[in-house]
Every structure is written in structure tokens, then in C-alpha cells.
């Protein structure tokens, strides 16, 4: 029996191409791959900025940070998604407010979020859940109209389309992730996208110490022909920042993933389309998500069954891997002092729900492997 694995970077000679010129370049931090990963990145989400940092966590934490909200105020999350989505709020001094997800697509409920608005909420983060988007044709225009800073947390999509609009461009701020297992990656890494300058400027500064100019904009600045600033090594600490920023070998590689993410989407597509019809008449398993395999950009390949713990034990027997994303965040430690009740949704269907190996390369016959297993156990219930 072969081990599946559950996530898998798919990264090649494109990539060991650009780390060699970066190498020649002998510039291997903050500098000229980063400035091109960011335009190159913006043109595809389609916003105007771009800002990659060093993880899509730390993208999170600014994206709130630059906005300088009160102490204490709160920001709305869903209570299943990855820690970081609520810790980005406790970071900066504000307080996540879990709202319940929808049954359907494991995405924030909408009718819940206006449950649980108060006028003490300033923001509202969407988590694109395992790719699949949430129902930001909803969610947008009512939070215009209570003036929330409207957040996508998009670090499990990367591409897809929702209603004719690019994920990533539903918000005011939007995040992704690079780290290892996502749709593109850098080993770690992420990228803020936004069209609000000011916005672009902070977080720019944010990322590199709080400084007014980063490194290589200075290094630039000294071997500029004809330059009259003396003062070339001068640096303005504007902001209490952080060492945020992305390096150049790590955009390097984020330059050639970005060059074949449509082509990892539309083999993320393809593998789920063969798992879907693999288990389309299964009793016991069913699809977490109703998947878009035209328009979608997915990071799981998620069932939910009654038997979850029973799958995850028979799985693990044929060398299969599993995982449970997420356990819902009130459920932990930190979180358990905020708000916890009226989540009916999480409660029940956290406990059903387990994700498949899924990645851009994942052979056939691995597949088939799968496919056959979830088959056996489906059909030994019966
Ligand atoms: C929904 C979500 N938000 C945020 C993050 C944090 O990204 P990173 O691991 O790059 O810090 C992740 C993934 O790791 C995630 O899945």
C-alpha cells in the first residue's frame, strides 16, 4: 500500500531558475523581486497595491493594524476558520466575534453576522473556506452600510472567480497566503492587496520597521545618476512596525508559482472533479462544498460523514493521511472566554467533517487509492 499524503508543494526548475539569478544578483533580501512579486501579484488579483510580507498571518495583522482602530473594539470572524484569522484582531488589541457558518459551504453566515453586529464592531473578516467563496455579493454591500472595514481573508484561494469578480477584490483589504501547502507558495510568505493608497503606504511602512523608505528604495536612491541627496543612509522611524517584509529569494519563487497557478487550479479542478464522481453515490460521505470546478481555486478536498473519527481510523490504516479543518476556534483555550453561544451550525457540523489528500500533482493511481477506500468503508456501514 502507498502513503498518500495530504498536501504536497509542487515546485520545480522554474523555481531553482529564479533562485539562481537572485543568488547572482547577490541581493537576497528586501529588494527588486519583491517590488516586481508585488506588481505582478496586484495585476492578477486585479487591485491597485500589493504588499507581500512574510506570511499570510502577518498580512492579516497589518491589514487591521493600519487603521489605528480603539482598543477593545471588535471585529467579526467566522468560528471555523485557521487561528490566525482571530488572532490578527487580538494582536492589534480588538476582540473576535465568532459568528456561525453556513451548514452548505462551512463559509461565515450572513443572517448571523447581523446577529451578532454591534455598533462596538469596526471590522468584518471573510474567510474564503477552503477555497470555496464566501457570499461576499452579501456580505459587501451591508458592510458598507454599517461602515465595517471589510476584510477576505483569502489564504485558501488563490484565482477563482466569484459572480464574475476575482476573489480578493470583494473587500477593502484582502490576504493570502504562501506558506507551503497553499495554492501558490514560498515556503512562507504572504500578500496584502487594496486600492486605498494611504492605506498602501502604512502598510508598505508597517511591514519594514515603520520606516518611510525600505533598503533598496535607498540603495537605489545612492547609485541614481546625478543624485544630490547626501543624506542617502537617512531614515524616518514614522510608525512602531514590524520585520514583516517579504525577501527576494522567497519572491523569486513566488514569481514562478504565480507564472503556473492557473495551471495548478486546473489540475485542482480536474482531481476534484474525479473525486467527486468517484463518491457521488456514496450513502455515508458526501462533498463538504458545492464545488465550482470552473471558476474555483481550491485548497481542500473536504467529506463530512457521521463516522468522521471511524473514516480518519480506517484511512490511517491504509496509509492514507487526514486532518480536521478546522476544530471551531471557541472550542480552544485562548477563545473560550468570548462569545460561545448561539453557534449552532459549528457545533454540530465540525464534528463531521475531514479533509482528503489534495494537491496540483497528486498522481492517479493515488486517487483511485482514495476513491476505493472511502468506497469500502461507505459500503461496510451498510
Ligand atoms: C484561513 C487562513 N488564514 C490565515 C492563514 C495564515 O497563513 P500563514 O500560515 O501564511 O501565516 C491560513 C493558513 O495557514 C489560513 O488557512
Keep these: 500500500m502507498t502513503k498518500v499524503r495530504l498536501f504536497k508543494p509542487w515546485v520545480g526548475k522554474e523555481e531553482i531558475f529564479n533562485i539562481k539569478k537572485v543568488f547572482k544578483n547577490e541581493w537576497l533580501g528586501y529588494g527588486p523581486e519583491v517590488y516586481k512579486f508585488e506588481k ?7 487591485t491597485k497595491y500589493a504588499v507581500a510580507v512574510n506570511s499570510g498571518t502577518a498580512a492579516l495583522h497589518l491589514a487591521l493594524l493600519c487603521n489605528d482602530f480603539d482598543k477593545n473594539k ?3 470572524v467566522p468560528s471555523i476558520t485557521f487561528s490566525a484569522t482571530a488572532a490578527s484582531a487580538l494582536y492589534c488589541g480588538l476582540k473576535p466575534k465568532f459568528v456561525d457558518i453556513r451548514k452548505e459551504d462551512l463559509t461565515i453566515d450572513f443572517e448571523d453576522i447581523k446577529k451578532k453586529y454591534t455598533k462596538n464592531c469596526i471590522a468584518l473578516i471573510c474567510v474564503h473556506m477552503g477555497g470555496h467563496p464566501a457570499q461576499m455579493d452579501k456580505i459587501r454591500p451591508w458592510a458598507k452600510k454599517k461602515k465595517l472595514l471589510l476584510i477576505e ?6 484565482g477563482s472567480i466569484y459572480k464574475g469578480k476575482k476573489l480578493g477584490t470583494w473587500s477593502d483589504i484582502s490576504c493570502f497566503s504562501f506558506e507551503e501547502k497553499k495554492i501558490i507558495t514560498t515556503g512562507d510568505g504572504g500578500m496584502i492587496c487594496l486600492n486605498d493608497k494611504a492605506k498602501y503606504e502604512k502598510i508598505k511602512s508597517l511591514s519594514f520597521h515603520g520606516w518611510n523608505i525600505d533598503p533598496w528604495k535607498r540603495h537605489q536612491i545612492f547609485f541614481r545618476k546625478n543624485n544630490r541627496f547626501s543624506k542617502h543612509w537617512r531614515y524616518e522611524i514614522e510608525n512602531l512596525g514590524y520585520k514583516y517584509n517579504m525577501n527576494d529569494l522567497t519572491a523569486a519563487i513566488g514569481l514562478a508559482q504565480l507564472k503556473k497557478i492557473n495551471l495548478f487550479n486546473k489540475n485542482r479542478n480536474l482531481i476534484l472533479k474525479k473525486y467527486i464522481d468517484g463518491i457521488k453515490d456514496l450513502e ?10 470552473k471558476n474555483g481555486s481550491y485548497w481542500l478536498f473536504s467529506v463530512k460523514t457521521k463516522f468522521r473519527d471511524e473514516l480518519i481510523n480506517y484511512l490511517k490504516k491504509k496509509k492514507i493521511s487526514t486532518a480536521v479543518h478546522f476544530v471551531p476556534l471557541p472550542m480552544n483555550k485562548l477563545y473560550k472566554s468570548f462569545n460561545n453561544n448561539n453557534l449552532k451550525n459549528t457545533k454540530s457540523i465540525w464534528k463531521e467533517i475531514v479533509s482528503l489528500p489534495f494537491f496540483p500533482d497528486l498522481e492517479n493511481e493515488k486517487i483511485e487509492q482514495v476513491i476505493k477506500c472511502l468506497r469500502s468503508f461507505d459500503k461496510n456501514l451498510k
Design 284 to 293: 455515508y460521505i458526501k462533498p463538504v462544498f458545492p464545488y465550482d470546478l
Design 74 to 76: 471588535e471585529v467579526l
Design 40 to 46: 505582478k501579484f496586484a495585476k492578477f488579483i486585479g
Design 153 to 158: 481573508d483569502s489564504a485558501e484561494s488563490c
